[in-house]
């Protein structure tokens, strides 16, 4: 990750340039992003076809984990950031808490292509992605299991099972195992849900921390079954590991962009959103990665094929047979609670 500092000299060097060549008013940007390979991608995905098509400048950073960041620099009133790619609820609370801009959709017209919950009042679905069921092929072979009922039946599918530790997705799927509807998962019955996850407890080998960690348990062989992300999955069967999963009751997660306030490039932040989220430069994300566009229209540009629009947690089809996650349940006093009792769970 880059220090402050050091985008405070990328900012000052392309100001610094922007004067030498006569242009003191170059439209600029600082955006940040979660770094690594995701971010590699979305820069040729995003990034620069944005640059390219409003002639600005795109500055980057990166921070795995941008809310603390995010209130240091909206407390001090001068942030340095611009527009975030982070998960929803770090732009829902803190759009609540004054320290994200309550966007202006009258200038955000390619938010219009985007469902309802895929926006808030302070920002727009940027990518998807998806905790799925994954599993051993060599283990099961053609009869793999296909829901969270599947994960639960120790008996029918034997095996070493790993799962996030983390209560979000992990309830989801523990209430859909229950038999829960996907259409009445919320609000979550927290009870029932904790209930169902104890059933399953003693035969989770691994609560995993990390992407990096769930891939390798499967890629491995030290869990036969796994919730793990999609994209981690897939990079593992191209590099030939055993490996597969379902989108069938898969969890849908996204990120979404948003807007520091007193963001200091403030109109040319909203215009880099607007273009960001234009379905025809969303369509570029699936040449990169295998996370899915955030604005559903995408699909609709020609630019996706059938095959890969097959491989996209976001595409219509598979989008349909999973559950969004709900950010706003999430970010209520519940959700909150629910990150206090699950310490207590998985101490126990």
């Not at 849908?252 to 807007?259: A, F, G, H, M």
Request: hydrophobic share 40%; proline share 7%; net charge negative.
């Amino acid at each position: 990750m880059r220090s402050r500092l050091h985008v405070l000299a990328i900012i000052g060097l392309s100001a610094l340039g922007a004067l030498a060549s006569g242009d003191a008013d170059a439209e600029q940007i600082t955006f940040v992003s979660q770094g690594g390979a995701y971010q590699e991608a979305q820069t040729k995905a995003i990034l620069d076809p944005v640059a390219e098509q409003l002639g600005i400048t795109v500055n980057q950073d990166s921070a795995p984990d941008a809310w603390p960041v995010i209130k240091t620099q909206t407390t001090t009133g001068k942030p340095i950031w611009d527009v975030v790619d982070t998960p929803t609820k770090d732009c829902l609370r803190g759009g609540e808490q004054g320290m994200i801009e309550k966007l202006d959709f009258s200038k955000i017209p390619n938010a219009a292509g985007l469902p309802d919950a895929y926006k808030t009042p302070y920002s727009v679905a940027y990518e998807f992605y998806s905790s799925v069921l994954a599993y051993n092929t060599e283990k099961y072979g053609d009869n793999p299991p296909k829901t969270w009922a599947d994960f639960w039946d120790v008996e029918k599918f034997p095996g070493t099972r790993a799962l996030r530790n983390h209560p979000l997705a992990t309830l989801e799927a523990a209430l859909l195992a229950d038999g829960v509807a996907p259409d009445k998962i919320y609000p979550l019955d927290v009870d029932r849900a904790f209930r169902k996850l104890e059933e399953i407890k003693p035969h989770i080998a691994v609560w995993w921390t990390s992407g990096a960690q769930s891939a390798q348990l499967l890629a491995d062989g030290e869990a036969d079954m796994i919730m793990a992300w999609n994209g981690r999955v897939s990079a593992g069967a191209k590099e030939g590991a055993p490996v597969a999963f379902t989108f069938n009751q898969g969890m849908l997660q996204n990120t979404s962009l948003c807007i520091l306030k007193g963001a200091p490039n403030l109109d040319t932040a909203v215009r880099f959103v607007n273009a960001a989220i234009a379905p025809d430069i969303q369509a570029n994300f699936p040449a990169y990665i295998d996370y899915g566009p955030g604005n559903p229209k995408a699909y609709e540009t020609g630019k996706i094929s059938p095959e890969r629009a097959a491989e996209m947690p976001s595409a219509p089809d598979n989008a349909a047979k999973q559950v969004l996650v709900s950010t706003e349940w999430w970010s209520s006093p519940a959700g909150e609670e629910v990150l206090k009792r699950w310490a207590s769970f998985i101490q126990q």
